[in-house]
């Protein structure tokens, strides 16, 4: 494999992750174009829609008629999630001590950070 | 064999120093390796001490004990037994303590691993307590919750799961287990672990910050996530560097901050204490070996 098809194929895994991760937040169920506004880049509509049956094809989505031949909506498929979310809180919840050698993204914070925090996001509002 | 024997079981403290110092003045880059060799290799030297010190036990062996009534001999007792029995106690909970923190990391990794179908590397999980994981593993995987998600824009979220993929990509777990190892070893060494911990943090968001090319949104995305984070009850804390929550604010800080600069001298005193250490067990060790063949070899 080529640097240039590993950078390829790099990418295709994280746009796919960043359309899993647009549908999961969007609530509610996105046509293609929907998908392609959330995503707010310059990503070709063929390009989501080729995310969007690989997906579908993983069973990571789901998808029917939107109605009046406007395509398709997808939303994400419940089960997966759940079911990973359950095994991660059993993971976690078996031992709790499991959670302090986790390298979470965040911790939780004290009330004075809290503020902190919400003052450093302030500063930087334009 | 009487000062450089224990020596070497306090050269941690300055490992401790040199951590605290680099947290964050140092590039993490660079910083994070130097810090778990030395962390590494003085806990070995731990280990080696403790060894010596229960090995001078050697002459209270029925048999040895019959040299013992040799007359004119007269060899010095280079470590009373009590201190002797004293490192059997500590070598034994040593292995114990390193042995348990070993099992619960991998553990916990092992645990979370597969716990899904992944777009991507990424799984995601249906839970509303806003967290995101990366799971070593070959390949690794991040897992990111629903609530997580949802606390974050798509930019924000860009810049978290590039911060799971620069730990995975750096394997930052192996340094975090090894530092964990070595504080497992020896206590001295717990502020050596949390720095390394904090570090690849660190890391991770400078290299999320030049993926996405913003410093100021991995900031962000950092702060929103923890607000988000305190704001479920059900999370837990995950303090490091002693002082609670205070990590997240230093590495939103440290975002906006210029990224830092080289190591200047924190990499010399870390050598240092590596080299100290190598040199203290040596002499220890052939001043053990010595004794123990004036004893055999009348």
Redo the contacts between chains.
């Keep these: 494999m080529t640097e240039d098809e590993a950078g390829r194929r790099r990418a295709?895994?994280?746009?796919?992750?960043?359309?899993?991760?647009?549908l999961?937040?969007a609530?509610e169920p996105l046509t293609p174009a929907g998908v392609q506004a959330?995503?707010?880049s310059d990503l070709a509509y063929n390009t989501v829609q080729t995310i969007l049956s690989r997906?579908l094809e993983?069973?990571?989505v789901r998808r029917r008629p939107a109605g009046r031949g406007r395509g398709h909506v997808y939303w994400?498929a419940?089960d997966?999630?759940?079911?990973?979310?359950t095994?991660?809180?059993?993971?976690l919840d078996?031992?709790?001590?499991?959670?302090?050698?986790?390298?979470?993204?965040?911790?939780?914070?004290?009330e004075d950070?809290?503020e902190?925090?919400?003052a450093?996001?302030a500063e930087?509002e334009p | 064999m009487t000062l450089t024997v224990y020596l070497p079981l306090l050269l941690p403290a300055l490992v401790a120093v040199a951590a605290r110092l680099a947290a964050d003045r140092a590039r993490p880059r660079a910083a994070v390796p130097a810090l778990v060799a030395a962390a590494v290799l003085t806990a070995v030297a731990t280990i080696w001490s403790l060894l010596l010190l229960i090995l001078t036990l050697f002459d209270d062996l029925p048999d040895m004990a019959a040299l013992d009534s040799r007359s004119g001999l007269h060899l010095p007792k280079p470590v009373p037994d009590a201190v002797a029995v004293v490192a059997v106690v500590l070598l034994a909970v040593v292995l114990f303590r390193l042995e348990r923190d070993v099992h619960l990391r991998r553990g916990t990794a092992r645990r979370l691993r597969h716990a899904g179908p992944s777009a991507g590397g990424v799984v995601v999980a249906d839970w509303a307590e806003p967290l995101a994981v990366a799971v070593p593993g070959r390949p690794g995987e991040i897992l990111l919750t629903t609530g997580m998600l949802r606390a974050l824009d798509v930019d924000e979220r860009r810049a978290v799961v590039a911060h799971e993929r620069a730990h995975l990509a750096h394997r930052h777990h192996l340094a975090v287990l090894l530092a964990g190892a070595a504080a497992a070893v020896n206590p001295l060494l717990r502020p050596a672990r949390d720095a390394v911990a904090y570090l690849v943090e660190r890391w991770a968001d400078e290299e999320a910050a030049t993926g996405v090319g913003d410093r100021r949104l991995v900031a962000r995305a950092v702060a929103r996530a923890a607000l988000a984070t305190a704001g479920h009850p059900a999370s837990a804390p995950a303090p490091a560097l002693g002082v609670h929550g205070s990590v997240i604010v230093r590495r939103v800080r440290a975002l906006q901050a210029p990224p830092p600069a080289a190591m200047r001298w924190q990499s010399p005193l870390l050598a240092g204490v590596a080299v100290a250490a190598l040199v203290l067990e040596a002499t220890a060790t052939a001043d053990f070996v010595a004794v123990l063949r004036a004893w055999l070899i009348p």
């Design positions: 295709r895994g994280e746009l796919e992750s960043e359309v899993m991760a647009a999961w937040s609530g959330a995503l707010g997906l993983k069973e990571l994400p419940q997966a999630a759940t079911l990973a979310a095994r991660m809180r059993a993971a078996e031992r709790p001590d499991r959670r302090a050698v986790l390298q979470q993204f965040a911790a939780a914070l004290g950070d809290a902190t925090l919400r450093l996001l930087r």
